[in-house]
């Protein structure tokens, strides 16, 4: 019963069937209604990014991959995993395209417990009864995680996820804008950027390591015999072909190309969040634009808006920009800035002003509260839907969704109404 003339934007996963431009569910809404604009959940972008990073190159995908075979090497016996537990005392993690958290508590795990990890798997070989299978799996996997090239990797991305997960987190709570959005995706950036730049401080970090565990700082690139083109009698080497050393290699091939996929894709497919906060910079840089900036940049608004804001959008925004510093605290965000002129009561005199702060506050910035309020409302249903009727399911459905809304009510009014109500 929601119209949808009145929507003025949407934002979904990633997955074709809602995001596509052609068929997907946004298309079919912006036939419908073209101001509901599209906003990319943020949280499933960066996962995406995540996700591409660790396919970039063979070496990369390889690593991951023996993440993953470690844990299920340990997971199909109970005899396997008692090893582990006691070697470790800690539990492997299983990797997940959709769950990127899974990925750096799978990594950090490896990479801060890799010596116990190692004599588990010495210790299942001594001790376990294995198939030839099995004791292919597990000498495969001690081969790898002995070799400096895992030792730098696990290195690398401990910090590169690390980073992810951070900005992830973030990006899921429930009260930031597409202004939030957009500046942590840049500080993201320039931490990838930083950690791309100490590639030396990384692997003096991983040759310390190597160290302490006995294992050679030298890259498996050096062990194979390096392949060179056949060349013509009146042909040269080209400076691409000739020889370099294997850390190198290492680092052109492998580090560079994972480091630079993630920052290309990062500006690609956050395009959308910096095209929307450009629409509105009168509300988020109003104390850093000229005048006649201000107008071109609402001007502009107003056509994209046309239903919602008139020429007077402008004058209320010069309006603003006067009263600014005498009436409103310095660096408000657009939420804290709309409340403020609520509280004061001068909506009467900024009516299209607050529109506009609606609409920006309200285009979402990620999904994965409104997935969570689907897990929430599935555990209510199966465990107490034969017991209650359908008022009392969304009734308790919606307590569970806005939980924070919830604890902030007054239970003497709540029983006192309740008691009045229930008295014969």
């Known amino acids: 019963g929601i119209p949808l003339e009145d929507c003025r934007g949407q934002g979904y996963d990633n997955g074709a069937n809602m995001s596509g431009k052609l068929k997907g569910v946004q298309a079919q809404i912006l036939?419908?209604?073209?101001?509901?604009?599209?906003s990319p959940c943020a949280s499933h972008t960066l996962n995406l990014v995540g996700v591409h990073a660790a396919e970039s190159c063979q070496e990369v995908a390889t690593f991951f991959g023996n993440v993953n075979r470690l844990y299920n090497f340990f997971s199909a016996s109970p005899e396997r995993w008692a090893i582990l537990k006691k070697e470790t005392g800690c539990s492997l993690h299983r990797l997940s395209d959709t769950r990127w958290s899974a990925r750096i508590a799978?990594?950090?795990?490896?990479?801060?417990?890799?010596?116990?990890?190692?004599?588990?798997?010495?210790?299942v070989l001594d001790t376990c009864n294995l198939t030839s299978e099995a004791k292919s799996e597990a000498n495969g996997l001690n081969n790898y995680f002995k070799t400096f090239d895992a030792i730098v990797l696990l290195t690398v991305w401990v910090k590169v996820l690390q980073c992810i997960?951070?900005?992830n987190l973030i990006l899921q709570t429930g009260d930031i804008s597409l202004d939030t959005q957009a500046a942590n995706i840049k500080d993201l950036q320039e931490e990838i950027q930083a950690i791309r730049n100490k590639w030396d401080s990384l692997l003096t970090e991983a040759s310390l390591v190597a160290q302490a565990m006995e294992i050679p700082a030298q890259f498996r690139s050096e062990e194979r015999r390096k392949r060179k083109?056949?060349?013509m009698p009146d042909e040269r080497r080209s400076e691409d072909e000739t020889e370099c050393s294997a850390e190198q290699a290492f680092r052109n091939n492998v580090f560079f190309v994972a480091i630079d996929s993630i920052i290309s894709d990062l500006s690609a497919r956050f395009q959308t969040t910096a095209t929307l906060c450009e629409s509105f910079a009168p509300l988020l840089r109003l104390g850093n634009m000229s005048e006649e900036q201000i107008k071109a940049t609402?001007?502009?608004?107003t056509r994209t808006y046309p239903k919602d804001l008139t020429v007077e959008f402008e004058n209320e925004m010069l309006l603003?920009?006067?009263v600014y510093n005498a009436t409103f605290a310095h660096n408000l965000s657009p939420l804290q800035l709309l409340n403020a002129i609520y509280k004061l009561q001068l909506q009467s005199i900024f009516g299209e002003t607050c529109i506009a702060l609606r609409i920006f506050c309200t285009l979402p910035v990620t999904v994965a509260g409104g997935e969570r309020a689907f897990s929430k409302m599935k555990l209510v249903k199966?465990?107490?839907r034969s017991t209650m009727s359908q008022d009392r399911l969304n009734s308790l459905a919606l307590l569970s969704i806005e939980s924070q809304l919830a604890r902030k009510l007054d239970f003497k009014d709540?029983?006192?109404?309740?008691?009045?109500?229930k008295t014969r």
Do not use: M, Q, W
Not at 106 to 123: D, K, N, Q
Not at 298 to 301: K, P, T
């Open 31 to 38: 036939k419908a209604n073209p101001f509901a604009i599209y």
């Open 320 to 322: 603003l920009k006067t």
């Open 229 to 231: 083109r056949k060349l």
């Open 414 to 421: 709540l029983i006192k109404d309740f008691a009045t109500k």
């Open 165 to 167: 997960e951070n900005r």
């Open 382 to 384: 199966n465990y107490l």
């Open 106 to 123: 799978a990594v950090r795990i490896v990479a801060s417990h890799l010596p116990s990890v190692l004599v588990a798997l010495e210790g």
């Open 298 to 301: 609402c001007r502009a608004l």
